[in-house]
């Protein structure tokens, strides 16, 4: 099973819509995918239609450990959606007192590495949505994935927040735990504003190594999909924003194709 997390510390960025639709497309290939809602408002879990202030099979129940053994097995929380290969591991909003509760020197910070190692058999990929910011759970997320996609929002003062989830990268890389690979994924690019085109020329500038080769645009789309409550790239998997996450998806299934891309200039 591959782990790929989604996080940045800045709010509104595109991380649950990227989830949402990169899970989309891979259950739509074939490929058995779990998501799994780290963000105690649960915004993955409403799209889903799961309600994260009743739901009582969620991840919290993960972190209830018992002697380091987990309390319940994983598989008992997890939550078929009406997609085919698309499954959901929930939040809810008992979540947000984890960070009292816990610390994540006393070996919190491998519930869900463990948990998901228990789910390997039954998935190809999973896919972990963060709350923005850095806790207990965002650690978890980002000890458990091998890869980490960071959403920056293409407007001014992003580069702000993307700088602050690359120190924390950075902190868990010095506290003897590897940090993951990542790429930066330009989202809500509106070519037509110099906010979009200022801040995708700063980011290729002072990021261009880890930076993905093209961008997500603004698609109103992706609000109405989250409405009716379906992936985009499962509703309309050839409207723009769907071919884009397509492209990213691709990208970050072969990289090495990524890489030949941005040598020559792609996109
Ligand atoms: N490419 C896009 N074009 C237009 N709207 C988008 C795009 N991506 C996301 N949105 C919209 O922007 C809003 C914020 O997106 P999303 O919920 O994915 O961000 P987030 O980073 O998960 O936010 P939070 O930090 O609150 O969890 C949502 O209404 C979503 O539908
Ligand atoms: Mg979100």
Redesign the pocket.
């Known amino acids: 099973m591959k782990v790929w997390a989604v996080a ?1 510390q ?9 989830v ?1 639709n990169l899970g989309g497309l891979l259950a739509s290939r074939g490929y058995r995918t779990l998501l799994l809602d780290m ?1 105690p ?1 649960g ?1 993955m879990s409403s799209y889903f239609k799961l309600d994260p202030d009743i739901t009582e099979d969620s991840l919290y129940r993960l972190f209830q450990v018992r002697q380091s053994r987990l309390a319940v097995h994983p598989k008992e929380i997890v939550h078929p959606t009406r997609f085919e290969n698309l499954a959901l591991l929930p939040a809810s909003t008992a979540m947000a007192t984890l960070d009292r509760q816990l610390s994540i020197a006393d070996g919190m910070g491998l519930v869900i590495a463990r948990a998901l190692k228990l789910l390997t058999p039954d998935y190809d990929f999973a896919l972990i ?1 963060c ?2 910011q850095l806790g207990v759970l965002m650690v978890n997320a980002l000890a458990a994935c091998e890869h980490l996609i960071i ?1 920056v929002q293409t407007e001014f003062l992003a580069v702000k927040g993307l700088e602050r989830m690359l120190r924390t990268l950075d902190m868990i890389g010095r506290s003897g735990h590897p940090a993951p690979e990542y790429t930066i994924l330009p ?3 509106d070519r037509r504003t110099r906010a979009s085109t200022s801040t995708l020329q700063s980011l290729r500038e002072c990021h261009a190594t880890n930076l993905w080769r093209a961008v ?5 789309q ?2 109405e999909a ?1 409405r009716m409550g379906i992936p985009l790239t499962i509703r309309s998997p050839n409207d723009r ?1 769907s071919l884009a996450y397509g492209e990213l998806l691709d990208d970050l299934l072969h990289p090495a194709t990524q890489e030949h891309l941005s040598a020559i200039g792609g996109a």
């Open positions: 940045n800045k709010g509104g960025v595109g991380k649950t819509t990227s949402v963000d408002h915004s949505d709350p923005p959403p989202t809500m690019f997500i645009p603004v698609d109103t992706f609000r989250s924003g």
